[in-house]
């Protein structure tokens, strides 16, 4: 129950974060993949 309450957290917070990155799609790259690495890290916890 707890890793499903987690997980809707990160999405959450995902689509907080991709929002302005699809503003700034041509050079949002490295953020997008500093949000992925967040991601990853936050999964691991």
Known sequence: ?????EVDEITR???FSVVP???V???GE???R???K???LSQKN
């Open 1 to 5: 129950m707890h890793k499903f309450h």
């Open 13 to 15: 917070v995902s689509s």
């Open 21 to 23: 990155d699809q503003s």
């Open 38 to 40: 967040v991601l990853v």
């Open 30 to 32: 490295p953020e997008l």
């Open 25 to 27: 799609a041509s050079g």
């Open 34 to 36: 500093l949000t992925m």
